[in-house]
């Protein structure tokens, strides 16, 4: 059996593996984006679940009690939880990562309980006192836990779990370095395939998977060149192949991205310190997300420099050609955000297409036409 197919088994049979070990007698806490911390869960002995939605199955039950104008990958989550699919989880976390899925924590938590349920608020503004109010709430996040599974915390399976995930999200930066060849040697559809794999597995198997891939792909043959341009994938939520399969089809390489399903959950690790708990709210925070506000610089330019220096960075060091901003409809934070960032990329000279989408397959018609004129106009 090669490492390609538990892969596409995971990824096709999502929640198959979670709901597996819950009937072996493990408790899954499902959780939104990229500011719950999976060390916690996971020094808790407990299993971490990212909830994900549905590109391919209509929303039909959740408009009733969440409003369609509200973000339709939130929606799509709520409509798979309305219909028994999140029935295994025996806890649901939730950041206040944006305002809608701060909104859809309390509806969810009407409607479908889970014997634990748990609202993290997470800072806006990043700074000192950001971190310190960060930290209160994983304290208070810590011990809500302890109260569910009525033992308390060993800093030091914290510390071995932070030892874990660290190690996983050196592999994963190790899997996408493999795209700075040209041609990669790895497509962004594979990637995107084992970044969906591991969102709901324990990190010891998916540290195992990846080591199994990452030792096929480098024994993978050198690929000619092909001269295709090399893409950048800015945005939000992308937890299905459909998109990114789309550009490469049209002719392109997707080589790096900022995404919350990509780079940004693990592109930091946490410090291994002797205070666990400090350095995961440090490491938590300094999450690139729209969401998250960093003091003004003086001027416009040096403010949107420290904005999105660090996607200049990644785009010069896998020569990307160009920026492709995939944005859910009705995210505030993105739809905000991606103005200012095409003005910041225009200024580098770097061509930026933004394609505002439903979270859905359907639309791959309409998009791919666009995808094909923008990558002829820029050859």
Not at 187 to 199: H, N, R
Not at 214 to 243: H, M, S, Y
Not at 296 to 308: G, H, K, M, T, V
């Amino acid at each position: 059996m090669t490492v390609t197919q538990p892969i596409e088994e995971l990824y096709n049979e999502r929640g198959a593996r979670a709901r597996e070990l819950r009937d072996a007698g493990k408790k899954v806490i499902g959780y939104f984006c990229c500011f719950v911390p999976d060390e916690i869960l996971t020094a808790f002995d407990l299993i971490p679940y990212r909830i994900q939605g549905s590109q391919s199955e209509p929303i039909d039950e959740a408009d009733a009690l969440l409003e369609p104008m509200a973000c339709p990958f939130a929606r799509s989550c709520f409509n798979l939880a309305l219909k028994g699919r999140y029935d295994f989880l025996d806890g649901f976390v939730a950041p206040h990562s944006c305002d809608t899925i701060e909104r859809l924590y309390h509806i969810w938590h009407s409607n479908k309980p889970s014997p634990f349920n748990h609202l993290i608020n997470v800072p806006h503004m990043l700074g000192p006192s950001s971190d310190a109010f960060f930290r209160k709430e994983l304290e208070y996040f810590i011990s809500r836990l302890e109260e569910f599974t009525g033992k308390k915390l060993d800093d030091g399976k914290l510390r071995e779990a932070i030892k874990l995930y660290n190690r996983r999200r050196s592999l994963l930066r190790e899997l996408y370095g493999l795209r700075r060849e040209s041609p990669p040697r790895v497509s962004g559809t594979e990637i995107t395939k084992v970044l969906v794999a591991g969102m709901g597995i324990p990190a010891a198997e998916h540290v195992k998977l990846l080591e199994s891939l990452i030792a096929e792909i480098k024994n993978r043959p050198t690929p000619k060149a092909d001269g295709l341009p090399r893409i950048f994938i800015w945005g939000n939520e992308i937890d299905d192949i459909a998109f990114i399969r789309l550009v490469e089809e049209c002719g392109a390489h997707v080589v790096m991205d900022d995404l919350c399903t990509g780079s940004r959950f693990f592109w930091q690790d946490v410090l291994e310190t002797d205070d666990p708990v400090e350095a995961l709210a440090r490491r938590y925070l300094c999450t690139h997300c729209p969401r998250s506000l960093k003091p003004q610089a003086s001027n416009r330019r040096e403010d949107l420099e420290n904005r999105f220096g660090h996607i200049r960075e990644f785009m010069r060091e896998w020569k990307a050609d160009v920026a492709i901003f995939y944005i859910v409809r009705y995210c505030d934070t993105c739809e905000l955000e991606g103005p200012d960032l095409r003005e910041y990329l225009t200024g580098l000279k770097l061509p930026a297409l933004m394609i505002e989408d439903d979270y859905s397959t359907s639309t791959i018609g309409q998009l791919r036409t666009r995808i094909q004129a923008f990558l002829e106009m820029i050859l």
